[in-house]
């Protein structure tokens, strides 16, 4: 099975008067990149999270938020001492840079500071703490299911398209052989006719001579391993395609191998079909390299 990389998850929960909302985005990346982007405070959440992350996914630049709401109910509040302290150090800078600057403030009252956003929070008990610790991780494995049914998904459908790519591949492999084969004896007539350009102030040509060097230009101009290699290319990519693990990494290896063949290909051909060809390969392994991008 192929997945691809680029995905989206979402889901929501709720546990009195507290809601969450999950939301989990997937896109192409050379390794696993995990970016949390979660509530302070909550023990153990973004541990759970990392190691889930880690277990089921192989590759992918992977953003996690989690948004967490508390409707006000009028019960009872406590102080955020974290918030709190940062609220008065805040306040006794501002004194302190008024004064400096010869400015006189009125003195905060407790009311100022309590107004303060975060510094009177609802109260809440280290058993409800650790129920939404526990209901936020037990939301763990159900997102992270969604978001990978969703790269199956598109999984899917670029498997079809690397397939397609494939077999395009090797029908203009196929014809590459034969387009190789016909100008056999348009390329000898070429090479005779530039050997004996060259040695034309020579007063006599040695047959032997002749064929001697007529099979070393022959030898840089054929194609045969060319050929060959891109015929084993597309089965091994079929092959990584079919065995169900990922192989993005391996893939993106062998569009290189496949557009090394074609290049040389198209250094050799020595005639405008093959040449054509092989224009023509590279246009499809240029299209593959781009699909294999999102493969995991």
Not at 283 to 290: L, P, S, T
């Amino acid at each position: 099975m192929t997945n691809s990389m680029t995905a989206f998850a979402s889901r929501t929960g709720a546990m009195g008067t507290i809601t969450w909302a999950w939301e989990m985005r997937g896109v192409n990346a050379r390794g696993l990149d995990l970016r949390l982007r979660l509530p302070e405070g909550i023990e153990g959440l973004e541990a759970a999270l990392r190691a889930a992350l880690s277990k089921s996914l192989a590759r992918g630049n992977i953003t996690v938020n989690l948004r967490l709401s508390r409707e006000e109910t009028g019960g009872t509040y406590a102080l955020d001492e974290q918030q709190l302290d940062s609220v008065l150090r805040a306040l006794d800078a501002v004194q302190e840079r008024a004064f400096a600057m010869g400015v006189t403030l009125g003195q905060p009252t407790a009311a100022d500071v309590l107004s303060q956003r975060g510094v009177l929070v609802p109260a809440k008990s280290d058993d409800q703490s650790q129920a939404l610790a526990a209901a936020l991780i037990a939301d763990i494995t159900p997102l992270i299911a969604d978001f990978i049914k969703m790269r199956e998904a598109e999984g899917d459908a670029l498997h079809a398209v690397l397939l397609d790519q494939l077999s395009q591949i090797e029908t203009l492999t196929a014809a590459a052989s034969g387009a190789a084969a016909d100008r056999g004896p348009q390329v000898r007539e070429n090479l005779t006719r530039a050997l004996r350009r060259v040695l034309e102030d020579v007063a006599e040509i040695e047959e032997s001579r002749v064929a001697q060097e007529l099979a070393l230009l022959a030898v840089k101009s054929d194609v045969t391993e060319e050929i060959d290699r891109l015929g084993a290319h597309v089965a091994a990519a079929r092959d990584l395609l079919s065995n169900g693990s990922p192989a993005g990494r391996k893939l993106d290896f062998l569009a290189q191998e496949f557009n090394r063949e074609a290049n040389t290909l198209c250094a050799k051909a020595q005639s405008a079909p093959l040449t054509a060809i092989g224009l023509d390969l590279k246009a499809v392994i240029d299209q593959m390299r781009e699909q294999i991008q999102n493969v995991e």
